[in-house]
């Protein structure tokens, strides 16, 4: 059984910047898709950035350049830096780990950006 856990959410000011981290353990395959998604209230969820376990990456349009995804494969740990975070970024941020059999969401962390 895949756990992911997440941590780092909280309440910033706007222009201010959160770090999320998401454990992941279990039996975990080796060559696998780490990724953040965000769920804004009464809207669905939706993809903010992927990573695979070679380090390529990909990201949304609205948080290209300003969020930052990066993974610790010792650890099974992937990382999301939000900087520069606007109201608009306020929603619980899932992690999502997935391979060819598998694919797996942690709990969600909420984060909350005030004006």
């Known amino acids: 059984q895949v756990q992911l856990v997440e ?7 706007a222009g201010g910047s959160l770090r999320l981290s998401c454990a992941a353990s279990g039996s975990i ?3 696998n898709t780490m990724a ?3 769920q804004a209230p009464g809207k669905q ?14 990201y949304a349009d609205s948080v290209k350049g300003r969020f930052t995804i990066s993974r ?3 650890k ?21 780990l ?3 059999l598998g694919n797996y969401w ?10």
């Open 76 to 96: 099974n740990t992937v990382y999301l830096q939000m900087n520069s975070l606007t109201p608009a970024d306020t929603a619980v941020y899932y992690c999502n």
């Open 7 to 13: 941590s780092g959410g909280g309440l910033v000011q």
């Open 29 to 31: 395959f080796r060559v």
């Open 45 to 58: 969820r939706e993809l903010v950035a992927t990573i695979t376990s070679g380090g390529s990456t990909n």
């Open 36 to 38: 953040w998604y965000l």
């Open 106 to 115: 942690g709990q969600g962390t909420q984060v909350t950006v005030s004006s």
């Open 72 to 74: 610790d494969n010792a």
């Open 98 to 100: 997935r391979w060819s």
